[in-house]
């Protein structure tokens, strides 16, 4: 009989540019004071389960959220550059109210998630879906039966969160996706199935005013 692999699926603790709504994609934007309390809260969280493997976007946001819960598990962090965010070209850097403005027929196309719609020097949502799913497909194939932690990016999430409710990728979204939440799919060979989606108990009392003080 096969075995499942269950995978935790983490997003990166905050960004200054999350806070600010600025698009981040492949540009490697390190976590916020917030973002790193975050990141030590999940994985204080996470101390108890069983991981065979951590694997993490290459990104500093994800490594350095995945190194957390690394140091508690005493694992080395697995980069997969496959887990990384959707690059959104010229879009990347930019707030959502400076891309509605400076490229209106763009953002109209972006909000209504076309599939087959890449901004310039960035990715379709088709290649991005595929590029991420098949590298969570390689982590939980090379560990059946076991446990694994997968951190890495909302887009990331909201691709294998469609993939585990075979929700299409146009369909608009109305799940969450918070930094720093614990999410839990079992993979098998038959594809994804969700257990457990946006667990934020852990991060209960944190706020970037704290940080700052």
Do not use: K
Request: hydrophobic share 45%.
């Amino acid at each position: 009989m096969e075995q499942a692999t269950r995978i935790v699926l983490i997003r990166h603790g905050e960004t200054a540019w999350n806070r600010a709504t600025r698009i981040q994609g492949h540009t490697d934007v390190p976590l916020s004071p917030l973002g790193l309390a975050q990141a030590e809260r999940v994985a204080e969280a996470l101390a108890e389960e069983p991981f065979a493997a951590i694997y993490s976007s290459d990104l500093s946001r994800a490594r350095q959220t995945a190194q957390a819960l690394a140091r508690i598990h005493e694992l080395d962090v697995r980069l997969d550059a496959g887990l990384r965010e959707r690059a959104f070209g010229r879009f990347e850097g930019l707030s959502w109210s400076e891309i509605d403005q400076g490229y209106p027929e763009d953002a109209a196309r972006w909000r209504r998630r076309e599939p087959d719609f890449a901004v310039g020097g960035g990715e379709s949502l088709i290649s991005f879906s595929e590029r991420c799913l098949a590298a969570a497909r390689r982590a939980a194939a090379a560990h059946p039966g076991q446990s694994i932690a997968l951190v890495a990016h909302g887009g990331v999430l909201d691709c294998l969160y469609r993939a585990a409710t075979r929700a299409a990728l146009d369909t608009p979204r109305s799940w969450l996706l918070g930094n720093a939440t614990i999410n839990r799919l079992l993979a098998t060979v038959d594809g994804f199935t969700l257990v457990g989606w946006n667990d934020d108990r852990h991060l209960a009392g944190l706020s970037a005013d704290d940080m700052a003080a």
